[in-house]
Nanobody, 123 residues
């Protein structure tokens, strides 16, 4: 079973950049689609981005399109989320996910979740 651990969250100012990392255990990670969701208190989980098994296909949520970039390095069993031009609305807990059985934008379609990393953006 693949396990996911996020890192790279923290405090940032509006306009800054942060890079999140997701470290995966298990050799099957390279056979799984993977992605990122985020959640703030009282709100539903929001799709951020996803990437296909070999990285050929990527998809982004509307609110991050053009500012965030998802990538993966299967040789390192890792996935990344480069977040540029951060805004206050990007403040959330960010979750790494893997193994989708449905639409990438549907959180219920993802079988494996990390524990999350907090990103806080201040003005």
């Amino acid at each position: 079973q693949v396990q996911l651990v996020e890192s790279g969250g923290g405090l940032a100012q509006a306009g800054d950049s942060l890079r999140l990392s997701c470290a995966a255990s298990g050799r099957t990670f390279r056979t799984l689609a993977a992605g990122w969701f985020r959640q703030t208190p009282g709100k539903e989980r929001e799709f951020v981005a996803a990437i296909s098994e070999q990285g050929a296909l990527m998809s982004y949520g509307e609110s991050v399109e053009g500012r965030f970039t998802i990538s993966r390095d299967n040789s390192e069993n890792a996935m990344y989320l480069q977040m540029d031009e951060l805004t206050l609305e990007d403040t959330a807990v960010y979750y790494c996910v893997a193994s989708s059985t449905g639409a990438w934008t549907n959180p219920n379609a993802w079988n494996i979740w990390g524990q999350g990393t907090q990103v806080t953006v201040s003005s």
